[in-house]
């Protein structure tokens, strides 16, 4: 699947490196090697990392920067893995890039078949395996942007994973640049792959101070050029519908039925507001995401969004006016609502560092790319990272239509992602 590519010029300010053809192919290759592991996270566990898959990963991460010479490559107990790419400059700041390990665990991530597509012509993707998922081009806009290209795909059956092993197989490959081309000017450089990001632990057990950086960058993010600097504020909540269970051939009276009582709650709702299908931009949104459960208890997963964290209170009020309505009329049940913090809009954080960003669309221009500033309709390690005083705003790595078997990404979108990082570190280092 993997067929020779022509040589390319990363072009440096007074240095000329030439990155041969092989260039191409290893990126490919370990983007088509990475997302064969199946990393899938499991939020069903309180286990760290929550899939074995994901230590297996995180080893062939650290031995392979290792092979390219970063001599203090580590996987720590948790899975975490770290490596510094030493400065040349001195007095650099140190900066950081960060990509997550885990794939998402609302489709599976196992026997994952990548089907690469080269000079995409155009048109609509039918999905080998699955001819009923179809990559429209009238759902997929950012297509017309790739024709010509080489676009990977799933076969139809899984996800493919570019969410976030794009991220990865780009800082991989950026880490090889800069070892084999000592020329390049940058301070120091610290690479961290976290482990369930997509279940909201990626940063559990890591803290700035383990990275020693001034700022990071997740490399986690859709098409090219795009920089975002905000996400949601986010909490999750889990409703308690607690019934009266009894066998229903004398339940007469007796009976409090949990699972028609959850119907009527999720039926009360708002319902052409405040949900992902009827939202877009700014708004947030209130998310019944996962149920489960029987007559005497059923429990309701929510997600609570907004990039207004104060309007996290209010959909969470909403609720539990719900709840008390349910109790009301069913004075025999119990519905209990729980609401816990999960991350908070980066915005603030990053604005007392304003040369994340600024730095970043320097780094993105110089790469031949206009930068685009965008919001995250959701979060990253970033986010959290930020909250805990690292400034990491998220930059683009060739995603489309993550978490789902329709997704998708582009060769030459993860090649610009590597050379907006070469980029960076320059910028960084004042050269």
């Known amino acids: ?39 899938q996270a499991d939020d069903r566990t309180t286990a760290y ?11 062939i991460l650290r031995d392979e920067l290792l092979a390219v010479g ?22 650099a700041p140190t900066i950081a890039f960060n990509s997550h390990i885990d794939t998402n665990p609302e489709n599976s991530g196992k026997n994952v078949d990548p089907q690469v597509i080269r000079n995409y012509p155009g048109g609509d993707i039918t999905l080998p395996k699955d001819r009923s998922k179809v990559i429209r081009m009238s759902d997929n806009p950012d297509l017309k942007a790739v024709i010509g290209k080489t676009v990977i795909t799933t076969d139809g059956t899984t996800l493919l994973g570019a969410d976030d092993k794009a991220g990865l197989s780009v800082i991989m490959e950026a880490a090889r640049i800069l070892t084999e081309n000592p020329d390049i000017p940058h301070g120091p450089v610290k690479i961290v792959f976290t482990c369930d990001e997509e279940i909201g632990r990626g940063v559990l057990h890591l803290e700035p101070s383990m990275i020693g950086a001034v700022v990071g960058y997740t490399l986690d993010g859709m098409a ?7 996400t949601f504020s986010a909490d999750a909540a889990t409703v308690t ?48 995401l996962t149920i489960e459960g029987g007559v005497g208890e059923v429990k309701i997963g929510f997600l609570l969004r907004d990039f207004d964290t104060t309007q996290l209170a209010v959909q969470a009020e909403i609720l539990r006016e719900i709840a008390a309505q349910v109790e009301r009329e069913y004075p025999e049940a119990r519905v209990r609502v729980d609401v816990r913090k999960q991350y908070r809009n980066m915005r603030d954080g990053i604005t007392k560092e304003p040369r994340a960003v600024e730095y970043a669309a320097t780094a993105t221009r110089r790469a031949g790319l206009e930068p685009k ?46 050379r907006v990082i070469l980029e960076l570190v320059q910028v960084w280092a004042g050269r």
């Open 241 to 288: 519908i607690t019934g009266v269970n009894i066998h229903p051939s004398i339940a007469k009276g007796r009976m409090t039925n949990a699972v028609r009582l959850s119907g009527m709650f999720l039926d009360r709702l708002p319902k052409r507001r405040m949900s992902p299908e009827t939202t877009a931009g700014r708004d947030g949104f209130l998310h019944p």
């Open 1 to 39: 699947m993997i067929s020779g590519a022509g040589s390319y010029e990363l072009m440096i300010p007074h240095i000329e490196v030439r990155l041969m053809s092989y260039v191409t192919n290893t990126l490919l290759d370990r983007f088509l090697r990475y997302v064969r592991i199946d990393t």
């Open 49 to 59: 990392p929550s899939s074995p898959g994901q230590l297996v990963l995180g080893a």
């Open 373 to 418: 500033f965008k919001i995250i309709r959701g979060g990253t390690d970033g986010a959290m990272l930020t909250e805990k005083g690292l400034p990491t705003p998220n930059l683009s790595t060739g995603e489309h239509n993550p978490h789902s078997p329709l997704e998708w990404t582009c060769l030459e979108e993860m090649e610009a992602a590597v």
């Open 224 to 230: 090219t050029g795009e920089i975002e600097d905000e």
């Open 70 to 91: 970063l001599t203090d490559a580590r996987q720590d107990e948790h899975g975490l893995v770290f490596a510094t790419i030493p400065g040349n400059v001195p007095g």
